[in-house]
């Protein structure tokens, strides 16, 4: 995984928008105006900040050194991933894929039909 495929991938979701709200060196995505990926264009070693069940939040955290709590964010809701190499990059999509699914699932009825309608 690097910048470029996390950014095709997020933009692949339904109802997703990429914007710049913190100045140009972090890439912000949302799905109905709902954060639900960060990550930071500045840094060496490249990393995103994604949604997660606190559940799963600490699973993860608890099996995979490069799953820390969110950097700025609430870190029970939040894991920050650092792409080294050690994760595979499908599960990394999963994880961003879950992200969205989170967020998408806390917006109106009427916002997801008419997002599933678009991609229809």
Same mark, same amino acid.
């Given at each position: 995984m690097n910048v470029e495929s996390l950014r095709e991938y997020c933009l692949s979701l339904p109802g997703t928008s990429e914007s710049l709200p913190f100045g140009p060196d972090t890439l912000v995505f949302k799905v109905g105006g709902k954060v639900f990926l960060l990550t930071p264009l500045d840094e060496l070693r490249m990393q995103f900040n994604a949604k997660c069940d606190p559940e799963k939040a600490e699973e993860l955290r608890s099996t995979y050194d490069d799953v820390? $709590? =969110?950097y700025h964010m609430n870190k029970k809701h939040w894991n920050?991933?650092?792409?080294? =190499?050690?994760? $595979?990059?499908?599960l990394l999509?999963?994880?961003?894929k879950d992200s969205y699914?989170?967020?998408f699932a806390s917006l109106s009825k009427k916002e997801r039909e008419a997002m599933e309608q678009e991609k229809a």
């Open positions: 820390q $709590p =969110g920050t991933v650092y792409v080294t =190499g050690s994760i $595979p990059s499908e999509f999963q994880w961003v699914d989170l967020v």
